[in-house]
């Protein structure tokens, strides 16, 4: 399945999308945010699921998030 990057307003973010991802079955890791993608705290979130069912989950959490990329395999 294609990975992608969701870079995160904070690690605090980083850190509870990843516990509640991770609680919930799903791929979840979080890694620093390349120069490419954005700024702000710095870290991302690398997900292998489904962007839209993701960013319900995160939305739903209030777990704020800015751009994202799709990570090439």
């Known amino acids: 399945m294609q990975k992608s ?3 995160v ?3 605090t973010y980083a850190m509870k999308a990843k516990k509640l991802l991770n609680n919930m ?8 945010t390349p120069k490419n993608l954005g700024s702000g705290c710095g870290y ?4 292998r699921d489904d962007l839209r069912y993701i960013f319900s989950i995160l939305d739903s959490e209030n777990i704020a998030h800015k751009a994202y990329q799709k990570i090439p395999e």
């Open 25 to 32: 079955g799903l791929y979840c890791e979080i890694q620093k």
């Open 5 to 7: 990057l969701i870079a």
């Open 44 to 47: 991302s979130i690398r997900v």
């Open 9 to 11: 307003s904070s690690i």
